[in-house]
């Protein structure tokens, strides 16, 4: 079974930094696209940033473009979202998410299979 957990969630003041990580489990890591997913209070699930199986390649939202960095380490299983120069806007439980399907970039929900349960982060203004 697959599983995503998430985390290095918490408060932070605007413009600081917070680097969240997702550790998977259940499957061979390095043949699978990692992305991540936001929702904030009201608000519909928007996608965030996603890399490559091989960590070569990297998406992001125009919102996060020069401010977050998507990065992995395939031996240790985990994928890093690190997040700079924080606004209030980006407050939001962030979901680590993946496909099940092997080589798919995870940059929208109809070829996401599998969602961590989140990690909250609150920027104070």
């Known amino acids: 079974q697959v599983q995503l957990v998430e985390s290095g969630g918490g408060l932070v003041q605007t413009g600081g930094s917070l680097r969240l990580s997702c550790t998977a489990s259940?499957?061979?890591?390095?043949?699978?696209?990692m992305g991540w997913f936001r929702q904030a209070p009201g608000k519909e699930r928007e996608f965030v940033a996603a890399v490559s199986w091989s960590g070569l390649s990297r998406y992001y939202a125009d919102s996060v473009e020069g401010r977050f960095t998507t990065s992995r380490d395939n031996a240790k299983n985990t994928v890093y979202l690190q997040m700079n120069s924080l606004t209030p806007e980006d407050t939001a439980v962030y979901h680590c998410?993946?496909?099940?399907?092997?080589?798919?970039?995870?940059?929208?929900?109809?070829?996401?299979?599998?969602w961590g349960k989140g990690t909250l982060v609150t920027v104070s203004s």
């Open positions: 998410v993946s496909p099940s399907k092997t080589y798919v970039i995870p940059r929208t929900t109809e070829v996401i299979d599998y």
């Open positions: 259940g499957r061979i890591f390095g043949q699978y696209g």
